[in-house]
């Protein structure tokens, strides 16, 4: 059965500030690998897919990257902002047409002024 | 990509009620999913929803708890029977275009008395 943890559970950083979120799984069988966004009370915004093929994503300030043989995936967010402040999931998708997401327990991200 | 909508927002039930979920894409997606997200935890995927046909429940949901129904390629409802205190959750509504990408609704927060 697949695990995804995302650590740290928590954190906080001064605006301006470059950081790092980090997702782990135990199974590298997977299909693709997504992060998203969620603020409070809302939905998901989906950030970056990332296909088990390939080894980063880029989108603006943000870049994803995947290492399957080790089971691990990062999201780093540059020069950071108050309104990136929010919970942050990663999800990985087996193998097969029909699979499903694993979601990760989420790391909460506070920007501060 | 995909724009997925879902109604009610919010609603605020008694116990032994039902309240019915819909959720609108508005392009055609492969497969519908619905996810509950419980205070402070992440998502659960609660089943999928095939077109035509009986819905795919997760390990600890059942049809006669949620029924679910997806009439065509964009839209589905789900059903949360007999309520109690204990469903109160986020439900969230999602849809996987041409098998790689998944989209998530901004979520139905439901409070059950």
């Known amino acids: 059965k697949q695990e995804v943890t995302q650590i740290p559970a928590a954190l906080s950083v001064p605006e301006g500030e470059n950081l790092v979120l980090n997702c782990s799984f135990t199974?590298?069988?997977?299909?693709?690998l997504q992060w998203f966004r969620q603020d409070p009370g809302k939905g998901l915004t989906s950030l970056l897919l990332i296909q088990s093929s390939q080894r980063e994503q880029t989108s603006g300030r943000l870049n994803a990257s995947l290492d399957k043989s080790s089971g691990r995936s990062t999201l780093y967010i540059a020069a950071s902002q108050p309104g990136d402040s929010a919970t942050y999931l990663c999800?990985?998708?087996?193998?097969?047409?029909?699979?499903?997401?694993?979601f990760g327990t989420g790391t909460r991200l506070q920007v501060t002024l | 990509s995909a724009v997925i909508s879902q109604k009610p927002s919010r609603d605020i039930c008694q116990r032994g009620t039902s309240l019915t979920i819909q959720c609108q894409v508005d392009s055609q997606v492969t497969m519908m999913f619905w996810y509950r997200q419980q205070p402070g935890q992440s998502l659960t995927l609660i089943a999928t929803?095939?077109?035509?046909?009986?819905?795919?429940?997760e390990s600890g949901f059942v049809i006669d708890k949620f029924p679910i129904s997806r009439p065509n390629l964009t839209f589905s409802t789900l059903t949360v029977s007999n309520m109690s205190p204990e469903d109160s959750s986020i439900y969230l509504c999602?849809?996987?275009?041409?098998?790689?990408?998944?989209?998530f609704g901004p979520g139905t927060r439901l409070t059950v008395l």
């Open positions: 929803a095939n077109q035509g046909s009986e819905a795919t429940y």
């Open positions: 999602s849809g996987r275009v041409g098998g790689n990408e998944q989209f």
């Open positions: 199974d590298s069988a997977i299909y693709n």
């Open positions: 999800a990985v998708r087996g193998t097969g047409t029909a699979s499903k997401l694993t």
